[in-house]
């Protein structure tokens, strides 16, 4: 299994960036995808999530309102739309896929992992 994020880089505050994630060796369609950060010096923690139908979807209070997530399943790729970026957010975010369809959006519950992608928000 494979997890490929991509879509970081360098923005100002206030900008906007798309991360992807690309899975392969799985099928995604079960499963719900989490995005995690972590920033130096910080614990890795939960951003955001969706279920595998994309029916139900999870936000941490800092970023509701400012991130989206979604997913293709065809593609069985899982995106998160950030906008409004803060320096705040600047950190690593990872994908990962969860250990069911469904799940809170803790490291525990997922089980494949992504090697991340930097976001950094300058201000």
């Known amino acids: 299994v494979q997890l490929q994020a991509s879509g970081g880089g360098l923005v100002q505050a206030g900008g906007s960036l798309r991360l992807s994630c690309a899975a392969s060796?799985?099928?995604?369609?079960?499963?719900?995808i989490g995005w995690f950060r972590q920033a130096p010096g910080k614990e890795r923690e939960g951003v955001s999530c969706?279920?595998?139908?994309?029916?139900?979807?999870y936000y941490r209070d800092s970023v509701r309102g400012r991130f989206t997530i979604s997913r293709d399943n065809a593609k069985n790729t899982v995106y998160l739309q950030m906008n409004n970026l803060t320096p705040e957010d600047t950190a690593i975010y990872y994908c990962?896929?969860?250990?069911?369809?469904?799940?809170?959006?803790?490291?525990?519950?997922?089980?494949?992992w992504g090697r991340g992608t930097q976001v950094t928000v300058s201000s």
């Open positions: 990962a896929v969860a250990l069911g369809s469904t799940g809170p959006v803790v490291p525990s519950g997922y089980r494949y």
């Open positions: 969706v279920s595998s139908t994309g029916g139900d979807s």
């Open positions: 060796g799985i099928d995604l369609d079960y499963y719900a």
